[in-house]
């Protein structure tokens, strides 16, 4: 079964952290809709910490932070779906994700738990099912209670322009 694969792909579920039938993901919160990434990509999750704003980044690029002595740039994914802003709280987080090779920050209102589904409780994306592009979706898990958005990261920052202003920005930052 494949039904987490980008169209042409045939490594769909393989690339989402499967262990024979089950999903390892991390689920967090933005606005009322709850998201999940796949483990492997997601490094630490760290309170919210001063972000230095970098002149000319996209506006969803937050700025760049301090990580143990390492610059990493750190993106609002609020603003990167075109969400309502709002202001951080005790619960915000920066998950520090490797897309693609790069390290990154991405701000997410709360993360929710470390959450393992079985694969066959995802069902590829039905059309308009967000408010956010469904490139970026890998599917739809159903819970008993709820549905959860699994992201596909790659696809969301992985672009290869997107790639390069985010490594200039850290550049930026360092100068």
């Given at each position: 079964?494949?039904?987490?694969?980008?169209?042409?792909?045939h490594?769909?579920?393989?690339?989402?952290?499967?262990?024979?039938?089950?999903?390892?993901?991390?689920?967090?919160?933005?606005?009322?809709?709850?998201?999940?990434?796949?483990?492997?990509?997601?490094?630490?999750?760290?309170?919210m910490?001063?972000?230095?704003?970098?002149?000319?980044?996209?506006?969803?690029?937050?700025?760049?932070?301090?990580?143990?002595?390492?610059?990493?740039?750190?993106?609002?994914?609020?603003?990167?779906?075109?969400?309502?802003?709002?202001?951080?709280?005790?619960?915000?987080?920066?998950?520090i994700?490797?897309?693609?090779?790069?390290?990154?920050?991405?701000?997410?209102?709360?993360?929710?738990?470390?959450?393992?589904?079985?694969?066959?409780?995802?069902?590829?994306?039905?059309?308009?099912?967000?408010?956010?592009?469904?490139?970026?979706?890998?599917?739809?898990?159903?819970?008993?209670?709820?549905?959860?958005?699994?992201?596909?990261?790659?696809r969301?920052?992985?672009?290869?322009?997107?790639?390069?202003?985010?490594?200039?920005?850290?550049?930026?930052?360092?100068?």
């Open positions: 079964m494949d039904a987490l694969a980008a169209p042409g792909s490594e769909g579920t393989k690339q989402l952290g499967v262990v024979g039938e089950i999903l390892q993901l991390v689920t967090f919160t933005l606005g009322n809709e709850e998201y999940a990434v796949d483990i492997l990509k997601v490094q630490e999750i760290n309170r910490k001063e972000i230095t704003r970098v002149p000319n980044s996209p506006p969803y690029v937050e700025g760049v932070i301090n990580l143990r002595g390492k610059v990493i740039p750190v993106v609002s994914l609020r603003k990167k779906f075109g969400l309502p802003e709002r202001e951080n709280d005790e619960q915000s987080r920066i998950m994700m490797d897309i693609q090779g790069i390290t990154m920050g991405l701000v997410v209102d709360s993360v929710s738990e470390v959450l393992r589904i079985p694969a066959s409780t995802v069902e590829p994306t039905p059309p308009m099912a967000s408010n956010i592009s469904s490139e970026f979706i890998r599917g739809i898990a159903k819970m008993e209670d709820r549905l959860i958005i699994l992201l596909d990261m790659d969301l920052i992985g672009k290869s322009e997107e790639n390069a202003m985010i490594e200039t920005v850290a550049k930026k930052a360092i100068a």
